[in-house]
C-alpha cells in the first residue's frame, strides 16, 4: 500500500518523514537530509572530508512543519523543491534520474555551497521494511536503496568536488513513520567496491520489541543479505562524547557481521 499522511488519523503530532542522500567516494562526501518531524522540520547538508577528517554541517530548522514541506508519498517517484532564507533546493524524480541541484549561502560561514548531481538507478532491488512498533499506532516504514550511478559536481568556494560513476556512490534513505519524540537510533551506511565487488550496508541499532524485525541489510554484489541486531562500539573522548570520524567496530549477534580484532 502506498503511503499517504493524510490517512494517519492518530498521532499526527508524531510523523515523521525523511529523505536522506547521500553521495561520495573515498575522498570526499556531501548528505542532503530533508526532514519533516511535524512539530519542527529541518534541511541539513554536509560535506564530509575523509582526507582531512573534517566535517562541515549547516542545518535549517522550521517549526511546525506539519507536511509543509511536501516530501514525495513514493521513493519511486516526485519532486522535492524549497526556496526559502539563504537556501534553495531542488531535488526531481521521474522514476529513472534524480537530479539534486542546491545552492546554500556562506556554507562554512564565508564562501556558498553549491551541487548539482544527477543519480540514475543501477539496481532495482532495494530494502523496503514495515516496522510495527510495541505501542500498535505508531510505526516505521523505511526504504534503503544502496546503488546510484553518479554524475555531477559540488563547490564551496573556490573548491570543486567533482563525483563520477568512475569512482563515485550514492544512496537513499527514505522513512515515513509515526513515532516517539525521542528515539536513540545511531545508523551507519556506506555504498562501495570491495575486493571487485559492489557492497553496499544499512545498519541501525534499533531492533523490534516484539518482532526482532530490523532494518539491517548488507547487498553484496547486488544481493540482500538480511542481518539481525547490530551492535556498534564508538571511541569517545574523555568526557565521553562521540568521536564519530574515528574508525567504529560493528559487529551482529547472528555473527554475519563480525568485529575485526586487532
Given at each position: 500500500r502506498d503511503?499517504d499522511?493524510?490517512?494517519?488519523r492518530m498521532?499526527?503530532?508524531?510523523?515523521?518523514?525523511?529523505d536522506?542522500?547521500?553521495?561520495?567516494n573515498?575522498?570526499?562526501?556531501?548528505s542532503?537530509?530533508?526532514s519533516?518531524?511535524?512539530?519542527y522540520?529541518?534541511?541539513t547538508?554536509?560535506?564530509?572530508?575523509?582526507?582531512?577528517?573534517?566535517?562541515?554541517?549547516?542545518?535549517?530548522?522550521?517549526?511546525?512543519?506539519?507536511?509543509k514541506?511536501?516530501?514525495?508519498?513514493?521513493?519511486?517517484?516526485?519532486?522535492?523543491?524549497?526556496?526559502?532564507?539563504n537556501i534553495?533546493l531542488k531535488?526531481?524524480?521521474?522514476?529513472?534520474?534524480?537530479?539534486?541541484?542546491?545552492?546554500?549561502?556562506?556554507?562554512d560561514?564565508?564562501?556558498d555551497f553549491?551541487?548539482?548531481?544527477?543519480?540514475?538507478?543501477?539496481?532495482?532491488?532495494?530494502?523496503v521494511?514495515?516496522?510495527?512498533l510495541k505501542?500498535?499506532?505508531l510505526?516505521?516504514?523505511?526504504?534503503?536503496?544502496p546503488?546510484?550511478?553518479?554524475?555531477g559536481?559540488?563547490?564551496?568556494g573556490g573548491?570543486?568536488?567533482?563525483?563520477s560513476?568512475?569512482?563515485?556512490?550514492?544512496?537513499?534513505?527514505?522513512?515515513r513513520?509515526?513515532?516517539i519524540?525521542?528515539?536513540?537510533i545511531?545508523?551507519?551506511?556506506?555504498?562501495?567496491?570491495h575486493?571487485?565487488?559492489?557492497?553496499?550496508?544499512?545498519?541501525?541499532?534499533?531492533?523490534?520489541?516484539?518482532?526482532?524485525?530490523?532494518?539491517?541489510?548488507?547487498?553484496d554484489?547486488?544481493?540482500?543479505?538480511?542481518?539481525?541486531e547490530?551492535?556498534?562500539?564508538?571511541?569517545t573522548?574523555?568526557?565521553?562524547?562521540?568521536?564519530?570520524?574515528?574508525?567504529?567496530?560493528?559487529?551482529?549477534?547472528?555473527?554475519?557481521?563480525l568485529k575485526?580484532q586487532?
Open positions: 503511503y499522511r493524510r490517512d494517519i498521532g499526527k503530532n508524531r510523523i515523521k518523514e525523511s536522506y542522500y547521500y553521495i561520495g573515498s575522498r570526499y562526501a556531501i542532503i537530509n530533508v519533516d518531524y511535524s512539530k522540520g529541518f534541511i547538508i554536509s560535506l564530509i572530508d575523509y582526507e582531512k577528517n573534517e566535517v562541515i554541517t549547516r542545518n535549517l530548522k522550521k517549526v511546525f512543519t506539519n507536511g514541506l511536501k516530501l514525495p508519498k513514493s521513493s519511486i517517484n516526485g519532486d522535492f523543491v524549497f526556496n526559502e532564507d534553495t531535488i526531481t524524480n521521474n522514476g529513472i534520474t534524480r537530479k539534486i541541484i542546491c545552492k546554500l549561502d556562506k556554507f560561514g564565508i564562501a553549491e551541487c548539482e548531481i544527477e543519480l540514475q538507478i543501477v539496481n532495482r532491488d532495494s530494502s521494511v514495515a516496522l510495527p505501542n500498535k499506532k510505526f516505521r516504514y523505511t526504504q534503503f536503496i546503488s546510484f550511478k553518479v554524475r559536481s559540488a563547490r564551496v573548491r570543486r568536488l567533482s563525483f560513476e568512475l569512482d563515485s556512490f550514492a544512496i537513499l534513505i527514505w522513512e513513520s509515526v513515532t519524540h525521542k528515539l536513540n545511531i545508523k551507519s551506511f556506506m555504498s562501495g567496491i575486493n571487485g565487488k559492489k557492497i553496499a550496508f544499512n545498519f541501525s541499532n534499533e531492533l523490534n520489541d516484539e518482532t526482532n524485525v530490523t532494518e539491517n541489510v548488507i547487498f554484489d547486488n544481493k540482500p543479505v538480511k542481518i539481525n547490530i551492535n556498534f562500539e564508538i571511541p573522548n574523555e568526557k565521553g562524547k562521540m568521536i564519530l570520524m574515528n574508525d567504529w567496530k560493528v559487529f551482529s549477534n547472528d555473527k554475519k557481521v575485526k586487532k
